[in-house]
């Protein structure tokens, strides 16, 4: 896991992404489905459907979390999905401070295997302190991998959005969100 020290931001950063989709959420644990609803529906719109397995787990498992962590019943979690060239991050915020910890459970365990499957699927993931809570992120990483399987056996080797047309964004100034230290700040 990469932790963000001080003052410091996860490497998608210095990336411009190609899509963008972001939804806030209550805190409560029906707004697992529908952050896993809302990706499906991205992922079918980029279109990204190669990754969607993978991306409604690491979805649903750090959703899961930020509803769990976030101590007020009135809390917000925030779900962003960037689609860069090379893959898809996957970013949650919530209210709590506390960072995210695999866990080891043992065989008889109801809990505590989402951070194991989130870093099994992902190519890296990490977190970053904000200053009303945390954000935890997941890169879906898609160029290149050879293990994905399509139907008629070839292996996919390539991200599909690289045959479609980028974001259209004001070249003029960078995005927005390369200036903004805190993505998930909440706006008053």
């Not at 904000?130 to 008629?152: F, T």
């Not at 479609?164 to 964004?169: A, E, G, I, W």
Request: charge should be negative; proline fraction near 10%.
């Amino acid at each position: 896991m990469n932790q963000c020290p001080d003052g410091a931001v996860p490497f998608y950063f210095s990336h411009r992404p190609r899509f963008a989709d972001r939804l806030s959420l209550p805190a409560v644990p029906s707004s697992v489905s529908l952050s896993r609803d809302f990706t499906r529906l991205a992922l079918a719109k980029w279109p990204a459907r190669l990754i969607e397995d993978d991306a409604l787990l690491v979805v649903s498992e750090l959703v899961t979390n930020a509803v769990l962590a976030t101590p007020d019943d009135l809390g917000l979690v925030t779900v962003r999905l960037l689609g860069l060239r090379t893959g898809l991050v996957v970013e949650v915020g919530d209210g709590s401070p506390k960072e995210p910890v695999p866990t080891e459970p043992d065989e008889y365990s109801e809990g505590g295997r989402g951070l194991l499957l989130v870093r099994e699927l992902a190519a890296r993931w990490g977190s970053c302190a904000l200053p009303d809570g945390k954000v935890v992120w997941a890169e879906i990483a898609v160029q290149g991998n050879p293990s994905r399987q399509r139907l008629d056996g070839r292996a996919e080797t390539t991200w599909p959005l690289a045959l479609r047309t980028p974001l259209s964004l004001p070249s003029s100034s960078p995005p927005a969100y390369l200036d903004a230290p805190n993505l998930m700040e909440r706006q008053g």
